[in-house]
């Protein structure tokens, strides 16, 4: 809490001497309705955490995941300290506060970088809880296998989310990319002036797309594009490939009259 007000303070006041122009962002104002901002904590955030390695969150899986650890914790800290339930406040109390500085602000951003606290947590219940549920049914000698089937499903769907999501996705961009310079070849070979045009998030290769973490193309983020071109053209030893000092980035809108546009946004749609 203490690092959390200093933080705030610091924003409010250090900003204004730091920087010669200051905007005010939401991620730094402090939330106001605390039950939207309750409601929004349990309907993404929490939703995310209790979907697991799931990047496709359901209703039906928070559910149940919520149900379980829910009992299931209950149970466990119960049997543990029959007569101190506090402790069962507690720890459920644990998980909006693990969660605590993204509902201090106004900003509604669940990225999943900023649910490590969260979902540490809810891994840390879920065992914890399924040990309760095994001895409620008397079958504790069933943990370690189910541990073993959890263990190993993770390390699969993690591999797939992967392989789909950054592997196939970027290989297939790089060489739609490719084929487009080596298709405006002649273009860039007379050109003066070189004007590179980001894709859109919108036109991911890849089958989700969550936040800005999972699914994005890479040639969407305007810092990417032209290292992106100056690599393929470089790799086909052209000689264009040195006039990408001077390129610029930006939307088609603002392309400079002469310059010879890099549409990236045509590129991948062109699949």
Known sequence: MAALLADFISTKILTHFVFYHYYTLSRTALATNIVQKLSWFISIPLRDGLNFISITATQIVTIFFGTFIFIGLWLFILRANKSEPRKAM???????????????????????????????????????????????????????????????????????NVITEFVNPQTAELELVSRYLKMHTNNLKGAKQIYIVPSHWQETLAPVVRYDEFGMPSSADPWVPKGMVWLLLKSEHEPTASKLSTAKVGPLSAAPKGSTVIDLAQAISSR
């Not at 459920?92 to 201090?104: D, T």
């Not at 669940?110 to 649910?115: G, I, K, P």
């Not at 840390?124 to 549920?133: D, E, F, K, M």
């Open 90 to 160: 507690l720890s459920f109390a644990l998980i909006p506060m693990s969660y605590l500085p993204n509902l201090i602000v106004a900003e509604n951003w669940a990225s999943y970088r900023t649910q490590s606290a969260l979902s540490s947590l809810l891994i840390l219940y879920a065992p914890v809880a399924l040990v309760a549920w095994l001895r409620l049914f008397r079958m504790p000698r069933f943990a370690p296998a189910i541990a073993l089937v959890a263990l190993l499903s993770s390390t699969g769907v993690a591999r797939n």
